[in-house]
C-alpha cells in the first residue's frame, strides 16, 4: 500500500515563499518520478511540477517556471516544492503525486499517469 502525505501549506503575502512537504511510504520511492499538481476551487486540476527518479531532471508548468522549484530526497523518501514570489493564482490544494510507471524517462504531465495520491494542502496567497 503506497501512502503520500502532504504537509506545509498555509495563508502567505503576495511574493512572499512556501516549501511543501510530501512524504512517500509503501513502496521503493526512488525509482518512481514523483509530481505536483494543484486544483483551485471551481477548476480541474492542472499539472505543477515533476521529477525524475534520481533528481536529475526537472520540468514544470510555464506559470510557476522560475518561481518554483521541485526536488527531492530519496534516501528519506521526501519530494518537496519550494514556492517563491507567490501571486493570489497560486491559491489551491495543492496534491502529490507518484507516477505508476518505474523508470519512466519523460516526465508525465497527465494524471493518468499517476497512480498514487496524497490527500493535499491547502495553499492560500492573500493579496
Known amino acids: 500500500q503506497v501512502q503520500l502525505v502532504e504537509s506545509g501549506g498555509g495563508l502567505v503575502p503576495t511574493g512572499g515563499s512556501l516549501r511543501l512537504s510530501c512524504a512517500s511510504s509503501?513502496?521503493?520511492?526512488?525509482?518512481?518520478?514523483m509530481g505536483w499538481f494543484r486544483q483551485a476551487p471551481g477548476k480541474e486540476r492542472e499539472f505543477v511540477a515533476a521529477?525524475?527518479?534520481?533528481?536529475?531532471?526537472?520540468t514544470y508548468t510555464d506559470s510557476v517556471k522560475g518561481r518554483f522549484a521541485i526536488s527531492r530526497d530519496n534516501a528519506k523518501n521526501m519530494v518537496y516544492l519550494q514556492m517563491n514570489s507567490l501571486k493570489p493564482e497560486d491559491t489551491a490544494v495543492y496534491f502529490c503525486a507518484g507516477d505508476r510507471r518505474s523508470g519512466a524517462y519523460l516526465l508525465a504531465k497527465q494524471e493518468n499517469f499517476y497512480a498514487y495520491w496524497g490527500q493535499g494542502t491547502q495553499v492560500t496567497v492573500s493579496s
Open positions: 521529477i525524475s527518479e534520481g533528481g536529475a531532471r526537472t
Open positions: 509503501g513502496r521503493t520511492f526512488s525509482s518512481y518520478p
